[in-house]
């Protein structure tokens, strides 16, 4: 993005919706919820129902939520006491004092200088994938490249942080993601389905993570005993490359790792899966994509100084960002009275919004339902609006800490792949949406994948 205006001014009371919409709360998909509350009430709706909330879809409010972190809004809401009590206190969800420690820790981390050194391992990553799925193109077999995404993403992120101390962690990490997805997919709510509640899946969900850290802390121990050097475990261990950042203990490590992994896989996998889907579905902007790959790197392996340079595939990212935004949904508890738009706001209310309706705005994006890389061109007069009218990675100062890691992951992988291979839905697919804690393909995804020519944008 080329700058960073301040949004319009919003100046409104909320609108209140009637007892009728409340009740298709009920039936209705999440993401179409919100978005429909949005059509029919504007951008800034007051709900009141079994869950009640200030529902915000204007970039200078949303803008005033994500800067105001901390002192006014907050991260102790419903949704996030969910994965405080099951999953601990990590960056994601850590506020005040906590919250300063662990950012200091994980920005030496992964700072843009540290995650470079990580490119090779990411390309290596995408290769081997590509390898895996070569017998399939010899076959004309269709496969789902949902969970193929997950596992190179996996892969990527638990070399990472383990180095070869993942050859053995590959089944727990899959089987606490798989958790944590199933986790997320139930409502905050009802008494049986809060994390204190010892319900079957309560009891799963504590017993699979007690595991992982147990993996974790065994890792540690090895890190220390050994005097590993080079991974994002290694590094959190040190206090960062430089040993500047305050140590962090043992309990607030596993807790960063088990952030790391939820940030730097299953997203990464979802805004993946959902490229290949607008590739198939855009062949001009896939032929453009191939002719940057091949100008820019002719026939060798992506290096980390190319991803600066491959302007258009990180345009082909950014959009995919905008249209399926993984981590769709965000909510804020308000910690002292606060003037929001054209209302007054209470300590403990709720303020929620959807990246999905926002990165959809007719307002602020010119056809908002059409994939378009351009859109995202320096030089275009749409690329100028407010930085918070596009919030992929949040905004303010608990903006996402991995969003370097994230974003050279992304262009390394389709990079990678792309040149390799061609990939294809299969015309059989049936495509649906399901919005859980990220938003994904309910179906998965069915491609068929052939090998391109040395040339890849033949």
Same mark, same amino acid.
């Given at each position: 993005?080329?700058?960073?205006?301040?949004?319009?001014?919003?100046?409104?009371?909320?609108?209140?919706?009637?007892?009728? *919409?409340?009740?298709?709360?009920?039936?209705?998909?999440?993401?179409?919820?919100?978005?429909?509350?949005?059509?029919?009430? =504007?951008?800034?709706?007051?709900?009141?129902?079994?869950?009640?909330?200030?529902?915000?879809?204007?970039?200078?409010? %949303?803008?005033?939520?994500?800067?105001?972190?901390?002192?006014?809004?907050?991260?102790?809401?419903?949704?996030?006491?969910?994965?405080?009590?099951?999953?601990?206190?990590?960056?994601? %969800?850590?506020?005040?004092?906590?919250?300063?420690?662990?950012?200091?820790?994980?920005?030496?981390?992964?700072?843009?200088?540290?995650?470079?050194?990580?490119?090779?391992?990411? %390309?290596?990553?995408?290769?081997?994938?590509?390898?895996?799925?070569?017998?399939?193109?010899?076959?004309?077999?269709?496969?789902?490249?949902?969970?193929?995404?997950?596992?190179?993403?996996? !892969?990527?992120?638990?070399?990472?942080?383990?180095?070869?101390?993942?050859?053995?962690?590959? +089944?727990?990490?899959?089987?606490? #993601?798989?958790? &944590?997805?199933?986790?997320?997919?139930?409502?905050?709510?009802?008494?049986?389905?809060?994390?204190?509640?010892?319900?079957?899946?309560?009891?799963?969900?504590?017993?699979?993570?007690? +595991?992982?850290?147990?993996?974790?802390?065994?890792?540690?121990?090895?890190?220390?005993?050994?005097?590993? !050097?080079?991974?994002?475990?290694?590094?959190?261990?040190?206090?960062?490359?430089?040993?500047?950042?305050?140590?962090?203990?043992?309990?607030?490590?596993?807790?960063?790792?088990?952030?790391?992994?939820?940030?730097? *896989?299953?997203?990464?996998?979802?805004?993946?899966?959902?490229?290949?889907?607008?590739?198939?579905?855009?062949?001009?902007?896939?032929?453009?994509?191939?002719?940057?790959?091949?100008?820019?790197? =002719?026939?060798?392996?992506?290096?980390?100084?190319?991803?600066?340079?491959?302007?258009?595939?990180?345009?082909? &990212?950014?959009?995919?960002?905008?249209?399926?935004?993984?981590?769709?949904? +965000?909510?804020?508890?308000?910690?002292?009275?606060?003037?929001?738009?054209? @209302? #007054?706001?209470?300590?403990?209310?709720?303020?929620?919004?959807?990246?999905?309706?926002?990165?959809?705005?007719?307002?602020?994006?010119?056809?908002?339902?059409?994939?378009?890389?351009?859109?995202?061109?320096?030089?275009?007069?749409?690329?100028?609006?407010?930085?918070?009218?596009?919030?992929?990675?949040?905004?303010?100062?608990?903006?996402?800490?991995?969003?370097?890691?994230?974003?050279?992951?992304?262009?390394?992988?389709? @990079? #990678? /792949?792309?040149?390799?291979?061609?990939?294809?839905?299969?015309?059989? *697919?049936?495509? +649906?949406?399901?919005?859980?804690?990220?938003?994904?393909?309910? *179906?998965? /995804?069915?491609?068929?994948? @052939?090998?391109?020519? @040395?040339?890849?944008?033949?």
């Amino acid at each position: 993005m080329t700058s960073d205006p301040e949004p319009a001014p919003f100046a409104g009371t909320p609108a209140r919706p009637p007892w009728s *919409h409340k009740l298709w709360m009920l039936a209705g998909s999440r993401e179409r919820f919100f978005e429909r509350l949005i059509q029919d009430y =504007g951008d800034f709706v007051e709900y009141r129902g079994p869950i009640s909330f200030y529902l915000v879809n204007h970039p200078a409010l %949303v803008k005033q939520v994500l800067q105001g972190a901390h002192d006014t809004f907050d991260k102790n809401s419903p949704l996030y006491d969910r994965f405080r009590r099951a999953f601990g206190s990590g960056l994601v %969800v850590a506020e005040g004092e906590s919250w300063k420690r662990r950012r200091a820790a994980a920005q030496k981390v992964l700072g843009p200088r540290q995650v470079e050194g990580y490119c090779e391992l990411m %390309v290596r990553a995408a290769e081997q994938a590509a390898a895996r799925w070569l017998p399939l193109c010899r076959r004309d077999a269709s496969f789902d490249i949902a969970p193929e995404m997950d596992r190179l993403t996996l !892969e990527i992120i638990g070399r990472s942080l383990f180095q070869d101390g993942f050859d053995g962690a590959q +089944e727990s990490v899959q089987r606490w #993601t798989h958790a &944590i997805d199933h986790f997320s997919s139930k409502a905050p709510l009802p008494v049986i389905r809060s994390a204190w509640f010892p319900s079957p899946l309560n009891l799963r969900l504590e017993r699979t993570v007690r +595991e992982f850290h147990g993996f974790i802390q065994r890792m540690l121990d090895s890190n220390r005993r050994d005097g590993s !050097e080079g991974g994002l475990l290694s590094l959190l261990c040190g206090g960062g490359p430089d040993g500047e950042a305050a140590p962090l203990s043992d309990a607030e490590i596993r807790d960063e790792v088990l952030g790391m992994i939820v940030g730097g *896989h299953e997203t990464s996998s979802v805004a993946l899966t959902w490229a290949w889907y607008e590739l198939d579905r855009n062949p001009a902007v896939e032929q453009r994509l191939l002719e940057e790959l091949d100008t820019v790197l =002719g026939d060798r392996p992506i290096e980390s100084a190319d991803v600066p340079r491959l302007t258009y595939t990180r345009m082909v &990212i950014d959009e995919t960002l905008r249209l399926h935004p993984p981590f769709w949904f +965000e909510n804020r508890n308000v910690t002292r009275e606060v003037e929001l738009g054209g @209302a #007054t706001l209470r300590a403990g209310d709720t303020v929620a919004f959807s990246r999905y309706a926002l990165h959809r705005h007719p307002g602020f994006w010119n056809d908002p339902e059409v994939f378009d890389p351009n859109r995202f061109s320096p030089g275009k007069e749409e690329n100028r609006r407010s930085t918070y009218a596009y919030v992929p990675f949040g905004g303010g100062p608990r903006v996402c800490v991995g969003v370097h890691f994230a974003m050279q992951e992304l262009v390394v992988v389709l @990079a #990678t /792949l792309a040149r390799k291979l061609r990939i294809r839905v299969d015309p059989r *697919h049936r495509h +649906e949406v399901r919005a859980l804690l990220t938003m994904r393909p309910k *179906h998965g /995804l069915r491609v068929r994948v @052939a090998q391109r020519q @040395a040339s890849s944008s033949r």
